[in-house]
């Protein structure tokens, strides 16, 4: 019968969308490309709307189908939602460790799990028979409130999850929903053009997101969600927490990325070691969750009123100081960016004296109504460039004038430029001294093409004595004109001669990095290269060709048009050439047998997994696109 297909195919549409879904935001190794998914979901969109009797509340079609509310219902949680108390130090997660020891008896090493601690807001989703039937905010962890509509339009969650194969008909989980930064900055760029005020951070944003009554809004919003434990569930628990979170895992949902540690020592070695190496995440971390692994312990462990007491947040020191302004000056970044920067009174701040902070942008300044002369809170969280968080206002105090952003570069002197729905302003000369240093401190750094010797200081006096423009004037560098600069010894001269004799060989990739082509970061130069062999070759890509390729997408791929699109860019890179630059990526085992053929990758391979496959044809020659 012709209905019992249609509904048939819907269902395998949705099961196929659903395990899509799961393998892009749980597993995060999607096996299709946006466009394969998108023609999966216009076919159910299309069934759908001639069968409207077959669409059901968790279809992945409905996820933006909620109404308009007035106000949201309360949503009583079926256990409280606790929150976690908080350490700082080293000293504090011992004492805590030793709570759970004196809690627990007589064992001495105890198996931790340490999860990044997300700056958003917690939620609780309720799944009856494998179909999510509520989303709630935390609220007060008693009462929160009824945002399912809103809930369903984050993609990461699953309308519908396979819960029934363990056994278990309901299913309470929780996790934390948070705002991803790039959309963040678009978002405030918006709200300040509209006329509204900017959201102050990505939690706040996040919450306000959610507590939308309008979901289609919601929708608009870079939400994404970590799921990180159960909240109920109508089956005995599982052993350990690392089983949880691979059950949810395996059931659809993101999980954060966690790792077992089989003593604290350990934990703490794992957080020193984090200290060292930071790598920054695309949304807000403000700590660590340590949590115990077994579950029993942790049933035994038990809450207090407000906090479980198998866990515990490490926060990351945020450590404020109080100081004064001297001079608010401009900064002009490596595309002309101008930012506006405090030079503060020095003050000591988690460890290190600090004399300059970051206002960010114009809005800021005038947001927090920042002026010379003022006495300002300052702040240093984990990594971040301390900023002024406030103003202390002192009475009877004479205040400077208010903050403005100057109408000319502050080097060039050329004027400068808003893009409209942009917060930062601009200056568009290309050969603004400025900006031509710090693109001459890129190209040299260590990532890029290496060149030992290249400090700031002599960029800046190759710089201002006119000597270099363009990075093809740094190779023709001879050694009488570096004796020429100050504090510039005949030796440390033929050393910068020689780095930049080895720069030459540097590579294909870090070429392209070093270009400081817009969004061309290492990864992607380093895509690129593999994809084209040479830099002859990238010149004759077009913008649909570039955007196919894996990990490259349309953004990467205009920039690169519009660089390459330039005269002066395409000279450039002449000279350059002339001057011995390698621009050819390095031949590894390269036959050349599937040179100029480009393969798409999809399903499941039989005797190899995707990442080996990928490597093979790109070792022979041959370019991974998404689709064909
Ligand atoms: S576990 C009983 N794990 O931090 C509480 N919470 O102040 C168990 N949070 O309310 C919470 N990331 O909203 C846990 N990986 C993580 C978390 C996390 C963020 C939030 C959560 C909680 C708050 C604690």
Redesign the pocket.
């Known amino acids: 019968m012709a209905s019992d297909k249609a509904k048939k195919e819907i269902e395998k549409l949705r099961t196929e969308i659903q395990r899509h879904d799961a393998l892009y935001y749980a597993e995060d190794r999607p096996e299709i490309s946006d466009r394969e998914y998108d023609r999966l979901m216009q076919r159910l969109k299309e069934l759908e709307s001639e069968r409207p009797e077959l669409t059901t509340p968790d279809s992945p079609t409905q996820r933006v189908a909620g109404q308009v509310q007035e106000k949201f219902k309360g949503a009583k949680h079926r256990a409280p ?6 350490t700082y130090n080293v000293d504090e997660l011992w004492e805590f460790h030793n709570r759970v020891i004196k809690n627990i008896g007589a064992e001495n090493e105890i198996e931790y799990v340490v ?9 609780a989703l309720t799944y009856k028979d494998g179909r999510l039937i509520r989303g709630a905010t ?1 609220g007060d ?1 008693v009462q929160g409130e009824d945002v399912t509509a809103n809930l369903k339009t984050i993609k990461s969650i699953p309308l519908t999850i396979p819960s029934e194969r363990e056994g278990i008909r309901e299913l309470e989980v ?3 929903v948070y705002m991803r930064r790039d959309g963040f900055e678009k978002l405030n760029a918006q709200r300040i053009a509209d006329g509204l005020t900017p959201f102050a951070n990505l939690r706040n944003s996040a919450a306000g997101s959610l507590r939308l009554l309008d979901p289609a809004i919601t929708a608009s919003r870079p939400l994404g969600i ?1 799921i ?2 159960i909240g109920y569930m109508d089956r005995e628990p599982f052993a350990a927490h690392v089983e949880v979170l691979e059950k949810l895992k395996s059931f659809g949902f993101p999980a ?1 990325s ?1 790792t077992l540690r089989k003593s604290l020592d350990q934990v703490i070695e794992l957080i020193e070691q984090w200290k060292t190496n930071k790598e920054p995440l695309p949304y807000d ?2 700590g ?2 340590i ?1 115990v692994n077994s579950t029993k312990y942790q049933e035994k462990l038990g ?1 207090t009123a407000k ?2 007491r198998w ?1 515990v ?1 490490y926060k990351f020191e945020t450590e404020q100081a109080q100081t004064k302004i001297l001079d608010i000056v401009c900064q002009v970044g490596r595309t002309g960016t101008i930012t506006p920067v405090a030079n503060l009174e020095p003050v000591l701040v988690s460890g290190s004296t600090v004399s300059r902070a970051t206002l960010h942008n114009e809005d800021e300044v005038r947001r927090k109504d920042v002026r010379v002369g003022d006495t300002v809170i300052i702040e240093k969280a984990g990594e971040v460039i301390p900023k002024v968080v406030k103003v202390v206002e002192i009475s009877g105090q004479a205040r400077g004038e208010p903050f403005a952003m100057p109408k000319d570069c502050p080097e060039c002197k050329t004027p400068l430029h808003r893009v409209e729905g942009e917060v930062a302003w601009r200056c568009v000369n290309a050969a603004c001294p400025a900006q031509l240093k710090e693109r001459l401190w890129h190209f040299a750094a260590r990532k890029a093409m290496d060149v030992d010797h290249l400090g700031p200081a002599i960029v800046d006096q190759l710089v201002d004595k006119g000597m270099v423009k363009t990075f093809s004037d740094l190779y023709k560098l001879k050694l009488e004109n570096l004796a020429e600069l100050e504090r510039m010894a005949e030796k440390s001269a033929q050393n910068l001669v020689d780095a930049l004799e080895k720069s030459k060989t540097a590579g294909f990739d870090r070429l392209l990095f070093a270009l400081g082509i817009r969004l061309v970061g290492q990864r992607a130069a380093a895509v690129l290269a593999q994809s084209y062999g040479s830099m002859d070759n990238l010149l004759k890509a077009d913008a649909e060709e570039l955007g196919e390729i894996m990990e490259i997408g349309p953004g990467i791929a205009q920039s690169l048009v519009d660089f390459f699109g330039e005269e002066i860019n395409r000279e450039e890179i002449q000279r350059l050439r002339e001057l011995g630059i390698v621009m050819q990526a390095e031949v590894r085992e390269n036959s050349g047998k599937l040179e100029g053929k480009q393969f798409v990758l999809t399903g499941t391979l039989e005797s190899m997994s995707r990442e080996s496959a990928k490597e093979k044809i790109q070792a022979q020659g041959g370019r991974i696109t998404t689709s064909v």
């Open positions: 939602m606790l929150s976690l108390d908080n999860e990044n601690k997300i700056d958003g807001l917690g939620v935390r962890g929780r996790g934390e970590f990180y434990n954060n966690w971390v403000d660590f969750v949590k809450s906090h479980p866990a947040a």
